[in-house]
């Protein structure tokens, strides 16, 4: 019945901090996996069950869908940034070789405000006469003022993006946030600050202060596989789609809303992705009518339609992390308290909105008692910025990270043990200081002030920065079924898309562990919107809101089947009765046992099937969100940096993460997601870097050759510690990493480079211009 | 990408009769790296391709060899950078090695050649754009004079400001290389340096080479009486990426004074750069910290920053010094 609940007392807590705490849990839920629970498989390495596919290319993308009649779709973008329509015509592209249809995107009069803004439309037989049949298209454009550069945008006076108010988009990549009303001022839109106590005031009291600016660059998603899909309709009322998608519901209800058809008659596939970072929720992305134009040419062609966009393409019209100009002003005590966090940021999501620069400046140093952290869109003529893994928390990080390290140096103060002096959360404060320890912190700290004094080409320096992230994982969002059927085959079905992280074999680990099962036994279905409710993979919100689902549900058809065998057993109950390797055996009496196979030999009927899902977090312990009812997730990077000071090169030879990740269900996926987070950490504080043109407004680096991406001989060593924490927050214990564990890295990077050289790099990424400038004083 | 033909003839004969009369229609390939980039790019549309690798004749086996001659060494057009990265090049021409080592990637050094080296087009992303027309695509001019222009030229610039890309090239100046040209009117052998040229020669080519002609290869003189020669480089990637700027050194120490210093910068003007201030003041000196603290300085004479190239000054004079040390096995602070 609904509202009844059951009390479980579990031990919770991490390290040699357990105790036990009453958590309630809303009736049929199993007992919370906690301290004390034995587990056989979750915890353990475990490697992908579909890692075969993806080795040998048997693997589908949807780069790889091919259907019979199957037409291939290819975009006119505009060449400028801002334009007025002033004649459109695409019946010239319907003469040309191979063209099935054509379809205008913007009308006479429309403006377009990014070069890269959708304008047209073909589908041809194969991709090239598609892409051929764009130049016959006549468009003539009316070139007006436009503005690329955050700066420029901000002064008054400068072209103005947008005439109208802007609508935010919000994915599901985007971190949840209690919103509010946004003031607009020429480019800029005020969004909702985040605060406490008075700043000012903090100020005033300060003795000593530090105040600068810090700039983040944009950076582009840049996702192995492009965006891509295809549609095909089964009946003028029906579709499907197969889409590289990080949520194959948003893509299901974007298609049904556009096409005005019902969410059920629509059909989406992801069987396989090549990555998403953020910038893939929906059929479209950000900047590109994707799922429009590939169902409208489909429609009027009346075939399949694949679309597939180039690099190009994916660089300037599918999303980026926008990027920031911040000022800090920090004021603290003589004996290095904090009175004062104050942060104005600016951000360009270029014509889009979301430029916010995350919690780390207000959620993490909160022994600071005043903190004030303001934040600006400024719209420019450049592609929307999207949800990119940890929206606004590495260019948070990176400014106060930093800042706090320049106010240490004021303060002749060591930079860890004024982070540690600031922090309130227990997790956080114990991965600083096992950071301190594990990665010799303070010998290394006098061994690069060594160097530094004799003046070493090479120079050293160490840093550390944190994280912050909530347990976003969701209720009732899965619907997880498991069934197992009379041949013994168990099965679990649920529609989410596995982007990568792994959850295809944390389910199958999940029905193991329950029916204490081999793993690769373990039949798994997902990617496929037929398979019941899911979540899209953003908020690092997957594995929280899937697999205790998948648990319930397993739980539930276990219940059912040791039921069965007392039965069988002629016992009245089940009470005495566990599941062990061989089946279900009696504990005491004559300790008979049932087998698996026999067991399920004798179910009635073709198979015993549950669904679940789960409900809402049950705790929030040890430490709350600043910003959401959720348990709030620390992290901690310590880096090494290594500075070239001839080159300005800088290099990362070593890295120590220490994450909190609720319980890590499969260690080797998890440890898989940091050392991505820390690769894609390192790639931004180093080298990606949008570069758009300010003559011509066009992006300069559309490719993976200028835009450059860090690659195998960058990697540091990685040390990788996870604080195991008992959270109680679901039936398995599962909370997100995917995000967390790229917001410190440039940050402690930025920190590292400072006490290597004596001198902060305010700008990312830290290349060699900036660093040689900055070791020049300049 | 435009559909084309692939030529493969078996004689240099062949290839140069096939090739006359349509430069733009009928192109030479070797490994096909740069010239795939620029079949995707719409920058090259030709018909046909003519490929190198094909030829069987003596033409053919010289532009393969990799060897000792009478008068120093020879290494043909077409070895990939990865076999003269591996080759048996004695030590005194160490910079090619470590040059053809540092470039590209280990899997486009396997394709890669040398004379598709030496000839490969610039990287200017105003130049590899497809929708801007810049000057050396015959627009009317340089975008990157005003504009986003953080690799491109501090010396040697103007009208067109690219920097070139060759890191091999950089090697062969530096140690004094001839390269062999084989053209309808026969062979020609002309300095490395003699092979490229100043945009304001020519804003839309980067060489010298005449219609049809084709490099056979390069030969090295002779090294010096203990010659050492080495190469450095700075990148912001170390794999996957071209240099932000590159110097290779040639020297010998006689007497413990410096002798026959050449010195050659890439990547900070539109041809490999001779830096003949430097070899003049090293030229007789003994070598020490001191000295290559103080020429390196001379590296740059001349230079002007366009905005954001102005860091190309002090990496490069920092690359020159790193050089030195190396080759003159003078230790770096530690
Ligand atoms: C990611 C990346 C990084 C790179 N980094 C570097 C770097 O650091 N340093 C560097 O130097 N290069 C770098 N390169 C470029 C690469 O080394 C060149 O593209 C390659 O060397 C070209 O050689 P090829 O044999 O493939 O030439 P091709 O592409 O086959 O030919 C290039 C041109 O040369 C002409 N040609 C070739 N051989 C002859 C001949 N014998 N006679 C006459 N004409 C000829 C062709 O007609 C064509 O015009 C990089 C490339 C990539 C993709």
Known sequence: MAGETTIYTLRLGFDDKLKAVKVEVPKGEPRPWDADSELAVIGRDTPRIDSVPKVTGAAQYTHDVRLPGMLHAAVLRSPHPAAEIEHLDVSPALKQPGVRAAIDLVKVGDKVRFAGADVAAVAAKTRDEARAALASIVVRYRPLPFVVDLDEAIQPGSPKVHEKAVKDRRTEGDEPSEGGKARVEGNVRRNPSLSKGSSNKGLRQAKVRHEATYTTQVHTHSALETHSIVVRWDSPKAMTAWCSTQGIFSVRDELAGVFELKPADVKVFTEYMGGGFGAKFGASAPGSRLGWIAGELARKSKAPVSLLLDRHEEHVCTGNRPGSTQRVTLGATTSGELTAIHVVGHGSAGIGTGAGIGNNAFGIYTRCPNILVESRDVFCNTGPGTAFRAPGHPQGAFAIELAIDELALKLGKDPLELRIGHVEHPVRRAQLELGRERFRWAERRREADAKRSRGARYLTGVGVACSIWGDYGRKNAARV?????????????????????????????????????PVP?????????????????GGSQTTSSVAPAARNAAEAV????????????????????????????????????????????KIEGEAVVATASRPQTYNAGPMRHPSAPVYQIAGAHFIEAEVDTWTGVVRVPEVLAIHDVGRVHNPLTTRSQVNGGIALGISYALMEQRIVDRGSGRMLNPNLESYKIIGAAELPKLDIVFTELHTGANS??????????TIPT??????????????????????????LAAIQGA | MEPFTLIRPRTLDAAQTRALGAPAERVYKAGGIDLLDLLKEGLARPAELIDLRSLGDEHGQAMRALAASDSGWSVGALNTLAAISASAL?????????AAGSAATPSIRNSATLGGNLLQRPRCWYFRHRDLHCLKKGGERCLADGGENKFHAILGGGPCHIVHPSTLAVALVALDAQVEIIGAEGPRRIPVGELFALPRVSPTAENTLGEGEVIRGVTLPAAAAGQRSVYEVAKEKQSFDWPLAEVAVALSVEGGALRTVRVALGHVAPTPWRAVQVEEALTGQAPSAELFARVAALATQGA??????????PLVQGLVRAALHRACDVPVPA
């Open chain 1, 481 to 517: 079924t498991v069934s197992v059927d009379r041949d013994g085959v168990v099965e679990v079905r649920n529609g989410v898309q596995d982007i990568g992280g792994g959850i295809t074999t944390v389910l199958a680990m999940v029905a193991a562990e329950v029916f204490a099962r």
């Open chain 1, 521 to 537: 036994s373990i039949r798994v279905q997902v990617g496929n919107s037929e398979l019941g409710p899911s979540v899209g993979s």
């Open chain 1, 558 to 601: 276990k219940a059912e089947l040791t039921e069965l065998a007392a039965k069988l057993l002629g016992r009245g109950s089940t009470e005495g009765l566990v599941w062990g390797s061989d089946g279900v055996s009696e504990v005491g009496g004559r300790k008979r046992t049932i087998a698996f196979a026999e067991l399920c030999k």
């Open chain 1, 732 to 741: 398995t214990g599962a909370v997100g990493i995917g995000e967390p564990s």
């Open chain 1, 746 to 771: 440039a940050a402690a990077i930025a920190c590292a480079v400072h006490h290597a050289i004596g001198r902060p790099v305010r700008s990312l990424p830290m290349t060699p211009d900036r660093v």
């Open chain 2, 90 to 98: 004695p030590q005194a021409y160490a910079a090619l090695r470590e």
């Open chain 2, 304 to 313: 002007r920053s366009l905005g954001d190239n102005a860091y190309k000054i």
